[in-house]
């Protein structure tokens, strides 16, 4: 038999350490034996109740700093005590909540809209500007990802937002003074600078501008003869002269406007023979209120530019058919014969065009 010599010191180490091992062993032996097992019952709770102040609301700009509504609920409960988060879900009537704009709102239990916020939320979900949408809101509540979450009744709202666009309607005798139903330019940065394209058929080219579909809110006019470029309150008939199609500026900062009688052509290395050479010149559809031309084009790419030179001229920073100054060539993909159509009568910012291949 072989007697194996174990060092002292080492024993003493390996009695120590069987010793600790054993003890863990022991204890977490007993901790299962003795720890009961907690199962929250979540049968027959109780959903939140949601209120508010408004059920029906027409909201305004020159209110945007004010209230609009206040949301509050009750807290929910189970069979025992716990901390719930909560969020606001607004949806269009009718649609079950498929795709709610959801609107946190922490561990509290209301939440408070002014105006502003509110009427930027309504637009969020597609109500359009200036109509009664049919708003259902609920409070989604929650206490953890392993518990099902809990539904408040379905609170039901009519809201009209307000347009967040700065445009101004142009009535003039090119369409019987109507307000309601004249060509708008528009402030596409929303700093009181508004542009667009308006053809002024026969008459005698006057027109003014209003800042709502009628005659009762702010009304703007020319501060002399019709032609002098400033802009008074309710001023005289601005005037075009000879009636026609034109770009309209108005600084409202400043208190000024111009009009510019633009013709539009199509340029560049897919025009066959002119090129970028000169226009193609294009021709105005009242009708349809754009400009359109039908031709054969080389692959290659095209702009669109006002009378015959650079400093009005229009490509696509993004090849999506919106248009921008001074953007981007147009690609011309094959050879072929296109129909082309020019649209500026949206307003400034809302410039597009179509490229349509026969």
Same mark, same amino acid.
């Given at each position: ?40 019952? =979540? ?22 700093? &004010? ?6 609920? =009750? ?47 309504? /637009? ?10 049919? @708003? ?7 206490? &953890?990802?392993?518990?099902?979450? /809990?539904?408040? &009744? ?116 897919? @025009?066959?023979? =002119? ?47 919106? /248009? ?17 159509? /020019? ?16």
């Amino acid at each position: 038999m072989r007697i194996l010599k174990i060092n002292s010191i080492k024993m003493k180490k390996l009695i120590k350490n069987t010793l600790y091992i054993i003890a863990a062993a022991l204890v977490v032996s007993a901790c299962k034996k003795d720890l009961p097992l907690i199962i929250l019952d =979540t049968s027959d709770p109780t959903s939140p109740k949601l209120t508010a102040t408004e059920s029906k609301i027409a909201l305004l700009e020159a209110r945007e700093s &004010n209230t609009a509504v206040i949301f509050n609920w =009750t807290k929910p409960a189970y069979n025992f005590k716990g901390s719930f988060k909560y969020t606001l879900q607004f949806a269009k009537a009718g649609t079950n909540f498929a795709t709610p704009v959801n609107e946190s709102a922490g561990n509290d239990l209301t939440k408070t809209y002014t105006e502003k916020a509110f009427n930027a939320l309504i /637009l969020s979900m597609g109500v359009q500007a200036g109509t009664e949408g049919n @708003v259902e809101v609920r409070i989604k509540s929650v206490l &953890n990802d392993s518990v099902p979450p /809990l539904y408040s &009744n379905v609170y039901s709202m009519l809201v009209t937002p307000y347009s967040i666009e700065q445009f101004l309607y142009v009535p003039g005798d090119y369409q019987g003074w109507d307000p309601a139903s004249a060509q708008i330019i528009r402030s596409a940065n929303k700093n009181k600078q508004y542009e667009g394209y308006i053809y002024f058929a026969g008459g005698s080219g006057e027109f003014k501008f209003t800042d709502a579909p009628n005659w009762n809110k702010g009304i703007f006019g020319d501060a002399s003869t019709g032609t002098s470029g400033n802009v008074a309150s309710p001023g005289n008939n601005f005037k075009v002269i000879p009636p026609g199609y034109y770009k309209i500026n108005a600084n409202m900062n400043t208190n000024t406007w111009t009009a510019t009688s633009p013709t539009w052509g199509l340029i560049g290395d897919a @025009v066959p023979t =002119t090129g970028w050479n000169s226009d193609r010149d294009m021709t105005y559809d009242a009708a349809s209120k754009t400009y359109k031309i039908t031709m054969d084009l080389n692959a290659g790419a095209i702009k669109f530019r006002a009378n015959d030179d650079w400093p009005i001229n229009f490509g696509d920073d993004g090849t999506n058919g919106s /248009l921008e100054y001074n953007g981007a060539n147009i690609p011309i993909g094959a050879a072929g014969n296109y129909t082309i159509t /020019l649209d500026l009568h949206g307003g400034g910012g809302k410039y597009t065009y179509v490229v349509k291949k026969n």
